[in-house]
T-cell receptor, first 117, second 116 residues
Framework: AQTVTQSQPEMSVQEAETVTLSCTYD???????LFWYKQPPSRQMILVIR??????QNATENRFSVNFQKAAKSFSLKISDSQLGDTAMYFC??????????????FGGGTRLMVKP | EAGVTQFPSHSVIEKGQTVTLRCDPI?????LYWYRRVMGKEIKFLLH????????ESGMPNNRFLAERTGGTYSTLKVQPAELEDSGVYFC??????????????FGPGTRLTVL
């Protein structure tokens, strides 16, 4: 079974600064995907960024980037130039690769991020 | 394109009663997932449909929970009889097959269930 751990229940950052959210996971699988999801207050959870485990290059999506360390089983999210709209609950998630099919997500406990003006 | 919708948004029931939650996935999405977040804990997987078939129901906590997806469209999750520990937020997500990689899971807003 897989486990995902987010060690920072809450964080805050000043607008325009950079913040890094931590995530570690434990698995015996070799083929898998990692995700960061964002849930703004009273809104639906949306995908921020994804990483395929077989890719060494870290994924980036505009101001969001990850630091994927496969050997250390670490998958941190960096948010650059933080904006007020980044205030949300952030969930790290793991998905085992099962052929071409979809599969369940295993989530961490979440990190509540507040961006301060 | 409409997103994943869930009904009701909130439900308050008494212990022992029955509640049915509904999820309408994004049109054309064959994969449908149910998750729940009990207060203060992680979001946990409940089950996964591919069209109308249960692909994985390993996360269903007990036989008081029954999920269906008739016709491979919307899904219902019935809790009967509800217990206090069933309180939490129930999320539904859907995705489509996307060639060699799994499609993104799109989440609904969730149903907040309170059992008194």
């Amino acid at each position: 079974a897989q486990t995902v751990t987010q060690s920072q229940p809450e964080m805050s950052v000043q607008e325009a600064e950079t913040v890094t959210l931590s995530c570690t996971y434990d698995t015996s699988e070799n083929n898998y995907y990692l995700f960061w999801y964002k849930q703004p207050p009273s809104r639906q959870m949306i995908l921020v960024i994804r990483q395929e485990a077989y890719k060494q290059q870290n994924a980036t999506e505009n101001r969001f980037s990850v630091n994927f360390q496969k050997a250390a089983k670490s998958f941190s999210l960096k948010i650059s130039d933080s904006q007020l709209g980044d205030t949300a609950m952030y969930f790290c998630a793991f998905m085992k690769r099962v052929g071409n099919a979809g599969n369940m997500l295993t989530f961490g406990g979440g990190t509540r991020l507040m961006v301060k003006p | 394109e409409a997103g994943v919708t869930q009904f009701p948004s909130h439900s308050v029931i008494e212990k022992g009663q029955t509640v049915t939650l509904r999820c309408d996935p994004i049109s054309g999405h064959d994969n449908l997932y149910w998750y729940r977040r009990v207060m203060g804990k992680e979001i946990k997987f409940l089950l996964h449909f591919v069209k109308e078939s249960k692909q994985d129901e390993s996360g269903m906590p007990n036989n008081r929970f029954l999920a269906e997806r008739t016709g491979g469209t919307y899904s219902t999750l019935k809790v009967q009889p509800a217990e206090l520990e069933d309180s939490g937020v129930y999320f539904c997500a859907s995705s489509h097959f996307r060639g060699s990689t799994p499609g993104e899971q799109f989440f609904g807003p969730g149903t907040r269930l309170t059992v008194l």
